[in-house]
């Protein structure tokens, strides 16, 4: 009977790990979106997605303090996860949103999905990690995979002046959301899940906040009850709910099955553009798409990193 219910907890870990590998993949959807109907700028966007996704994050901190208590955090974490959350996830999504007004969803989620190599290439020259033969073949394989499909994507559209800079922000992207990955898999076992998890975003959203109150003023937001739907699926459906599933997952069913399951995410957000974006795929995608993901999906049995999804 034991191993039979341990059998139904790892399928319903995978089930759950699978379905928030698919909530995050509508994250791109939902802000082109929100671009698309709205006239929401991107640091707009990225406010508003933080402010209402940050309740549920301290609902959470709170439940987990008054379960667990609070841990003993040197200053030296400290300073370690204001840097995570200010420069690590506060600037990668700031890059992402940025880069999402002139790039479509699925190259988005291709370049995006670049930052587990950054993660291993950051391990490898700062952490001194030998980099194995079968990862070699991983990074050569993701970085083929998003030459051939960007390839694809110029076919289809360069004419926007800004397809080149948009790019740029994605890559950048990556390469900040990989950092913010290093620096979380070596600190977050020493704080804890939950109160990591809350204390980063909390210093990201004070970071995204002090941007905005900088340079733009809030009553130049155009509130509509379509800005507001597409902000709040934003928050709980691409932002919230995937991440706490993501957790149990990787509880459950380990972090290195929880790296391969979110090889879907490229899929599914390249057919989501399809159908509700109206992107086009074409061969060159499909190829390069299939290479990123078999490249992922090696550095995912080789990873002892959490998997963490932008």
Same mark, same amino acid.
Request: net charge positive; hydrophobic share 50%.
């Given at each position: 009977?034991?191993?039979?219910?341990?059998?139904?907890?790892?399928?319903?870990?995978?089930?759950?790990?699978?379905?928030?590998?698919?909530?995050?993949?509508?994250?791109?959807?939902?802000?082109?979106?929100?671009?698309?109907?709205?006239?929401?700028?991107?640091?707009?966007?990225?406010?508003?997605?933080?402010?209402?996704? %940050?309740?549920?994050?301290?609902?959470?901190?709170?439940?987990?303090? =008054?379960?667990? $208590?609070? /841990? /003993?955090? !040197?200053? &030296?974490?400290?300073?370690?996860?204001?840097?995570?959350?200010?420069?690590?996830?506060? %600037?990668?999504? @700031?890059?992402?949103?940025?880069?999402?007004?002139?790039?479509?969803?699925? @190259?988005? &989620? %291709?370049?995006?999905?670049?930052?587990?190599?950054?993660?291993?290439?950051?391990?490898?020259?700062?952490?001194?990690? =030998?980099?194995?033969?079968?990862?070699?073949?991983?990074?050569?394989?993701?970085?083929? $995979?998003?030459?051939?499909?960007? %390839? $694809?994507?110029?076919?289809?559209?360069?004419? /926007?002046?800004?397809?080149?800079?948009?790019?740029?922000?994605?890559?950048?992207?990556? *390469?900040?959301?990989?950092?913010?990955?290093?620096?979380?898999?070596?600190?977050? !076992?020493?704080?804890? !899940?939950?109160?990591?998890?809350?204390?980063?975003?909390?210093?990201?959203?004070? $970071?995204?906040?002090?941007?905005?109150?900088?340079?733009?003023?809030?009553?130049?937001?155009?509130?509509?009850?379509?800005?507001?739907?597409?902000?709040?699926?934003?928050?709980?459906?691409?932002?919230?709910?995937?991440?706490?599933?993501?957790?149990?997952?990787?509880?459950? *069913?380990?972090?290195?099955?929880?790296?391969?399951?979110?090889?879907?995410?490229?899929?599914? !957000?390249?057919?989501?553009?399809?159908?509700?974006?109206?992107? =086009?795929?074409?061969?060159?995608?499909?190829?390069?798409?299939?290479?990123?993901?078999?490249?992922?999906?090696?550095?995912?049995?080789?990873?002892?990193?959490?998997?963490?999804?932008?």
């Amino acid at each position: 009977m034991q191993l039979s219910s341990n059998k139904n907890i790892s399928r319903f870990g995978y089930a759950v790990a699978l379905m928030g590998a698919l909530f995050f993949s509508t994250k791109a959807i939902f802000v082109k979106l929100a671009f698309q109907t709205t006239k929401v700028d991107a640091l707009t966007l990225l406010t508003l997605r933080m402010l209402f996704s %940050l309740p549920f994050y301290l609902i959470i901190g709170f439940i987990a303090w =008054k379960k667990e $208590g609070t /841990h /003993h955090i !040197t200053s &030296r974490q400290w300073f370690l996860i204001i840097v995570m959350g200010i420069f690590g996830y506060y %600037l990668s999504s @700031l890059f992402d949103f940025i880069g999402l007004q002139f790039v479509s969803a699925g @190259l988005e &989620r %291709l370049i995006l999905f670049l930052y587990p190599t950054f993660a291993i290439l950051i391990n490898t020259y700062y952490f001194k990690n =030998k980099l194995s033969n079968v990862q070699i073949i991983a990074l050569v394989l993701t970085y083929a $995979g998003i030459g051939i499909a960007y %390839l $694809g994507e110029m076919k289809l559209d360069t004419t /926007h002046p800004n397809f080149f800079y948009g790019s740029f922000m994605i890559f950048l992207c990556a *390469i900040t959301y990989s950092f913010y990955l290093v620096g979380t898999g070596r600190i977050v !076992t020493k704080v804890g !899940t939950t109160h990591y998890t809350v204390y980063a975003m909390l210093f990201a959203t004070i $970071g995204i906040f002090i941007h905005f109150l900088l340079t733009k003023n809030i009553s130049s937001i155009h509130f509509s009850s379509t800005l507001i739907g597409y902000t709040s699926a934003l928050a709980i459906i691409a932002t919230v709910l995937p991440s706490f599933m993501m957790s149990y997952g990787m509880k459950h *069913i380990g972090s290195n099955n929880v790296a391969i399951i979110t090889s879907v995410g490229p899929v599914s !957000t390249i057919l989501q553009a399809h159908f509700f974006l109206g992107e =086009k795929i074409i061969p060159l995608q499909i190829v390069g798409t299939s290479l990123v993901i078999i490249g992922v999906i090696l550095i995912g049995w080789k990873s002892r990193n959490p998997a963490i999804t932008a």
